[in-house]
């Protein structure tokens, strides 16, 4: 996954499950957190963490206000403390559908 920094430039984003939006502009959220979590799928990872930080809770509730309105989520919660607490979110997301022949 690449990650637009400026109209030129991108920056190539492992999808191993793990989204630490320390590096990101509170306004790439909204659009990198769905398009993040559809690449997961692709790759046939159902679970991933977001980790959001603790700080005010402003990008946490961002978070989960994306999350909230995505149909092939079906769970999300707090990570639990060695996962990162409540700077972390535990989403649990539907596989793709897979045609067998």
């Not at 989204?19 to 997961?40: G, N, S």
């Not at 692709?42 to 946490?60: N, S, V």
């Not at 309105?69 to 769970?75: F, G, K, Q, T």
Request: charge should be neutral.
């Amino acid at each position: 996954m690449k990650r637009q920094i400026e109209e030129s430039e991108t920056i190539d984003l492992p999808i191993d499950g793990v989204l630490d939006l320390h590096t990101f502009q509170p306004r790439e959220v909204k659009r990198l957190v769905p398009d993040y979590l559809e690449a997961c799928r692709q790759r046939g990872i159902t679970e991933a963490r977001i980790i959001h930080g603790k700080g005010t809770g402003t990008l946490r509730r961002v978070v989960h206000s994306v999350i909230n309105r995505l149909p092939e989520v079906i769970s999300f919660k707090l990570a639990e403390g060695n996962a990162g607490g409540w700077g972390a979110t535990i989403v649990v997301l539907k596989p793709l559908e897979t045609s067998s022949s």
